[in-house]
């Protein structure tokens, strides 16, 4: 007989790491060999297990499923990783392909989207969803931050004043006012409060 699609399951809520765990449980070719709710755990239970298909959350408490992502893939490149999450920004979904991620999935998809991806993932395909195509297009059609500018919208996100930013940034004010204009006319908007909107929405910083 075949043996079954071995699946990780991580995501920092148990009630959906479990109940992702019974989806897949309920398939007679899928075996869940192990759970995990933080970044240190999936990659250590990855590490023990080598499940075919690992189930990944972008935000794992204080910790980062993109680290996860990006860790696991050093221990076997070939890891399969699917991300589940709730975040739909256009630069979540960019990260976390960049990262390594085979497929990306919203935790509102249905249970039947899940196992058809895994199953596709495990065959060695990359689905893309019509929705997640649809924001990756949108997102190659918009300017993109530099590294620079992001550090400046998170402090701008936090609340920091252009003072505050140039000091914990190390920077002039001048430069900081640049740096701001510049993110007004990528995210196309002309105050703070939009920018950070736009922000958070495209999943470019995160509010805690």
Same mark, same amino acid.
């Given at each position: 007989?075949?043996?079954p699609?071995?699946?990780?399951?991580?995501?920092?809520?148990?009630?959906v790491?479990?109940?992702?765990?019974?989806?897949?449980?309920?398939?007679? =070719?899928?075996?869940?060999?192990a @759970?995990?709710? #933080?970044?240190? &755990?999936?990659? *250590?239970?990855?590490?023990?297990?080598? /499940? !075919?298909?690992?189930?990944?959350?972008?935000?794992?408490?204080?910790?980062?499923?993109?680290?996860?992502?990006?860790?696991?893939?050093?221990i076997?490149p070939?890891?399969?990783?699917?991300?589940?999450?709730?975040?739909?920004?256009?630069?979540?979904?960019?990260?976390?392909?960049?990262?390594?991620?085979?497929?990306y999935?919203?935790? =509102?998809?249905?249970s039947?989207? @899940?196992?058809? #991806?895994?199953? &596709?993932?495990? *065959?060695g395909?990359?689905?893309?969803? /019509? !929705?997640?195509?649809?924001?990756?297009?949108?997102?190659?059609?918009?300017?993109?931050?530099?590294?620079r500018?992001?550090?400046?919208?998170?402090?701008?996100a936090?609340?920091?004043?252009?003072?505050?930013?140039?000091?914990?940034?190390?920077?002039?004010?001048?430069?900081?006012?640049?740096?701001?204009?510049?993110?007004?006319?990528?995210l196309?908007?002309n105050?703070?409060?939009?920018?950070?909107?736009?922000?958070v929405?495209?999943?470019?910083?995160?509010?805690?």
């Open positions: 007989m075949t043996p699609i071995h699946v990780l399951c991580v995501d920092d809520h148990r009630i790491r479990e109940g992702m765990a019974l989806i897949i449980d309920r398939e007679p =070719d899928m075996k869940v060999v @759970l995990a709710d #933080t970044a240190d &755990e999936a990659v *250590a239970q990855f590490a023990q297990h080598q /499940p !075919d298909i690992t189930l990944m959350d972008l935000r794992l408490g204080q910790s980062s499923g993109i680290d996860a992502l990006r860790r696991i893939k050093q076997k070939t890891a399969h990783v699917i991300v589940m999450t709730m975040y739909k920004g256009d630069e979540d979904i960019h990260r976390a392909l960049v990262a390594g991620a085979a497929a999935l919203l935790k =509102d998809a249905l039947n989207d @899940l196992i058809r #991806t895994v199953r &596709e993932v495990h *065959a395909g990359q689905p893309v969803s /019509p !929705d997640v195509q649809a924001r990756l297009d949108e997102r190659a059609s918009m300017p993109t931050l530099t590294a500018e992001v550090e400046v919208l998170d402090l701008v936090a609340g920091r004043r252009n003072k505050e930013i140039a000091l914990a940034l190390n920077i002039s004010d001048d430069t900081v006012q640049v740096h701001i204009k510049n993110i007004f006319a990528k196309r908007v105050e703070r409060t939009s920018a950070v909107k736009v922000a929405q495209r999943g470019i910083v995160h509010l805690d």
